[in-house]
């Protein structure tokens, strides 16, 4: 009984500390667990280690290659043949039924061959090499899409996350607010109309409450999903947004040179350009000869019974060398045909790949464009957010005096709302553009 209370109590302890230091996620953290856990990064790994085997067997063709084979046969009915019957003594014309082999009969051999010459084995190796290189760009562009995927998510909880704290902050206000004007209306000094304007505003602020905290819950499960982590794992973050938007409010990465070529799409662009040459190349290697060498060697016994077995069974020996060379000479223009299409094929993923770095150039002025007004908006709407307070504010002291009515008091509200809203999606889509931008230049900060 003690062995089992211990035991349940190790378990206890080590659930709860593994809870404890696997579901706190700083930004950074949260990015780095996603490039190891995340399904996505996860298979993009594998198909790199695919790469490398797929390049070490495509090599392995051209080495040497070691094969053998035990043959056994046992004539059910033993094939006869006819022999003229005056070689034995009879009538001419005539011919004697005989059987040339025993009724039983087993062979082992081995066979060595090695590729000579051939050239669509030397485009293959050249072929493994980029097929690695391509396996290896896949890689960082999954890696540069989870990275991007896991700010968006990261982003997008703490916004309803703020938004709730907003939300929560404002109906208390309301709460406040309708508890004052229903006394004020009670004692006959204020008209009914103005607790319920105040009314329709609380009831549209509880609503708005309602849907973010359902927001909420999707966005966490749609956070742990991109990290990789069971879509229900309860997670925590450790980052709010405004400190994120501040940290992410770098202007010199407007600075940053737009060198297309180190960027991840272009690579690919590249890569599949080299693979249609080695297409191209693959084609025109059919044409020519290729060479190989084989040796082998073997043993064979005859027995009219199974006695292979025996130690005294014979067993006769053979060996065998050999060069053969097969030269392609006339294919009614297939090779040719083929060699045409891969042509036609290189020539598309050159213009393809001009167009690549036409559309990165732009995208890379809009990606700027986009992280400079988001900044910039930023910056404007924490002025609006100031300017709705102090007009809220404002309203607020004249209506409880009576100077101004409850419908300017609930449109200073509603402003108010707006721009708290507006903040928020501001400061989000500072974080967000800024990853776009990164993801686009091909520009990760290293931390």
Do not use: C
Not at 248 to 262: A, P, T
């Amino acid at each position: 009984m003690k062995k089992s209370i211990t035991l349940l109590l190790f378990l206890i302890t080590t659930a709860i500390f593994s809870q404890e230091t696997t579901t706190k996620f700083s930004l950074q953290e949260a990015i780095d667990y996603a490039l190891e856990n995340n399904r996505t990064a996860k298979n993009a790994v594998r198909d790199i280690r695919a790469a490398e085997l797929q390049k070490w067997e495509t090599t392995a063709t051209g080495l040497p290659q070691l094969s053998a084979s035990v043959d056994y046969q046992n004539w059910l009915k033993q094939q006869v043949t006819l022999l003229p019957a005056e070689l034995t003594g009879g009538a001419p014309g005539t011919f004697v039924p005989v059987t040339f082999s025993t009724k039983q009969n087993t062979a082992a051999t081995a066979t060595l061959t090695q590729k000579l010459f051939d050239g669509s084995y030397l485009v293959g190796l050249q072929s493994a090499k980029v097929y690695l290189e391509i396996s290896k760009n896949a890689k960082e562009k999954t890696d540069l899409e989870v990275r991007k995927a896991v700010i968006n998510a990261y982003g997008n909880v703490l916004l309803a996350e703020e938004s709730i704290a907003v939300l929560t902050r404002n109906i208390t206000v309301l709460e406040k607010n309708i508890f004052e004007i229903t006394k004020i209306f009670e004692n006959g000094l204020e008209e009914e109309e103005s607790v319920e304007q105040l009314q329709i505003t609380l009831s549209g602020v509880e609503s708005q409450l309602k849907n973010t905290e359902r927001l909420k819950k999707l966005a966490y499960q749609m956070f742990n999903i991109t990290l990789g982590l069971d879509v229900n794992t309860d997670s925590i973050l450790t980052q709010n947004l405004e400190g994120l938007a501040n940290y992410n409010s770098v202007l010199s990465l407007l600075d940053v040179e737009e060198n297309v070529e180190n960027t991840i799409d272009f690579k690919i662009a590249a890569n599949d350009k080299v693979s249609k040459e080695l297409l191209l190349k693959l084609e025109k290697s059919k044409s020519l000869p290729t060479l190989d060498a084989f040796i082998n060697g073997g043993y064979t016994a005859y027995n009219e019974k199974f006695h292979f077995a025996n130690t005294n069974q014979k067993w006769f020996g053979s060996s065998l060398f050999g060069v053969s060379l097969n030269i392609p000479l006339f294919s009614s223009g297939m090779r040719s045909a083929s060699t045409q299409r891969a042509k036609v094929n290189l020539e598309k993923a050159q213009d393809d790949l001009t167009e690549t770095q036409q559309q990165l150039k732009l995208q890379i002025a809009s990606a700027k464009s986009d992280y400079q007004f988001a900044m910039e908006d930023y910056t404007n709407k924490k002025d609006n957010l100031n300017l709705a307070e102090r007009i809220e504010q404002k309203n607020q002291i004249k209506f409880f005096e009576g100077i101004s009515s409850s419908f300017d008091l609930r449109q200073a509200q509603t402003q108010l709302y707006t721009a708290q809203q507006e903040l928020l999606q501001a400061m989000l889509n500072v974080i967000n553009t800024k990853a776009e931008l990164e993801t686009v230049l091909n520009e990760i900060p290293k931390n």
